[in-house]
């Protein structure tokens, strides 16, 4: 049973459309993670947050866009989707620095 | 600059065999923990085990156990008795508790194939 959860697991839409991938959390975790993992399945960190209203950029740089209003809640948004965004994207959030994380389902997001 | 290293991007098994997956890392650090997570295909990454680097002994659950050599930052992880299920990705994965350094880090990932 997942607690970490991810809409939509598939999406597939045209170049230069804004959109948001949700990602939420029941387990009252203040960390939370955007990975973005490429064809090879190499994982790239791209948003972390350690808090509410604490959001840093990771060690891949991505135009997308993050935001932490809630401690549950952990979006991430691309104002103007282009083809090389093409990827899948995790989720994942752990109770401490040094925990394991727990990671959601994924999105596969295919820009046209 | 912490690094996470694992050399073999592909291995295959036979069902009820014996697998070991190698992984090295990089650290200056002294307390870090380490972590092995499975992909299925299609399907969530999932905690396999974990390891805490001030403990000597080596961390087991069930078929997998793990091989921790702190000395030569080596962490393989073992499965005894291969099962189909077991056909994934394997990543390995490090970190420390300290600031944003306490962010995972991943290797690359070994795709195991287990064979009927």
């Known amino acids: 049973e997942a607690d970490i959860y991810q809409t939509p697991r598939y999406l597939v839409i045209g170049t230069g459309k804004k959109i948001t991938l949700e990602c939420s959390q029941t387990m009252g975790h203040d960390k939370m993670y955007w990975y973005q993992q490429d064809p090879g399945m190499e994982l790239h960190l791209i948003h972390y947050?350690?808090?509410?209203?604490?959001?840093e950029k990771g060690d891949l740089s991505s135009e997308s866009t993050v935001s932490r209003i809630r401690t549950e809640h952990f979006p991430l948004t691309l104002e103007s989707a282009r083809p090389s965004h093409t990827s899948q994207y995790l989720c994942?959030?752990?109770?401490?620095?040094?925990?394991?994380?727990?990671f959601g389902s994924g999105t596969r997001l295919t820009v046209v | 600059a912490q690094t996470v290293t694992q050399s073999q991007p592909e291995m295959s098994v036979q069902e009820a065999e014996t697998v070991t997956l190698s992984c090295t890392y990089d650290?200056?650090?002294?307390?870090?923990?380490l972590f092995w997570y499975k992909q299925p295909p299609s399907r969530q990454m999932i905690l396999v085990i974990r390891?805490?680097?001030?403990?000597?002994q080596n961390a087991t659950e069930n078929r997998f156990s793990v091989n921790f050599q702190k000395a030569a930052k080596s962490f393989s992880l073992k499965i005894s008795d291969s099962q189909l299920g077991d056909t994934a990705m394997y990543f390995c994965?490090?970190?420390?508790?300290?600031?944003?350094?306490?962010?995972?880090?991943f290797g690359k990932g070994t795709k195991l194939s287990v064979k009927p």
């Open positions: 994965a490090f970190t420390t508790n300290r600031g944003s350094q306490g962010n995972l880090i």
């Open positions: 947050s350690y808090g509410v209203n604490s959001t």
């Open positions: 390891q805490e680097a001030y403990k000597q």
């Open positions: 650290t200056s650090e002294n307390n870090y923990y």
């Open positions: 994942a959030s752990s109770e401490n620095l040094g925990s394991s994380y727990t």
